[in-house]
């Protein structure tokens, strides 16, 4: 198993999601998340989404996009 570790929120792994960035532990990748936002779903609000994401695992998605 590939992976690469971006933060200690974001990873790529080739095996999940053919290398997309995901949220490090899960198979949510950081365009779903960024797709909801585009939707208009405030960031505070994406957890209720993805129960199995917390605030901080969101932010740090939108923080790893803004590098």
């Known amino acids: 198993m590939a992976a ?5 929120y ?3 792994n080739t095996e999940i999601l053919g290398g997309e960035p995901i ?3 899960t ?10 936002w585009r939707l208009g779903i405030m960031p505070e609000e994406i957890p209720t989404h ?3 994401l ?4 969101v932010i740090r998605c939108f923080e790893f996009l803004s590098r």
């Open 10 to 12: 974001v990873t790529r």
């Open 4 to 8: 690469e570790t971006s933060s200690r």
């Open 50 to 52: 993805f129960p199995h």
């Open 54 to 57: 917390t605030l901080a695992q």
């Open 23 to 25: 949220i490090a532990g």
């Open 27 to 36: 198979r949510t990748s950081i365009r779903s998340i960024v797709g909801l």
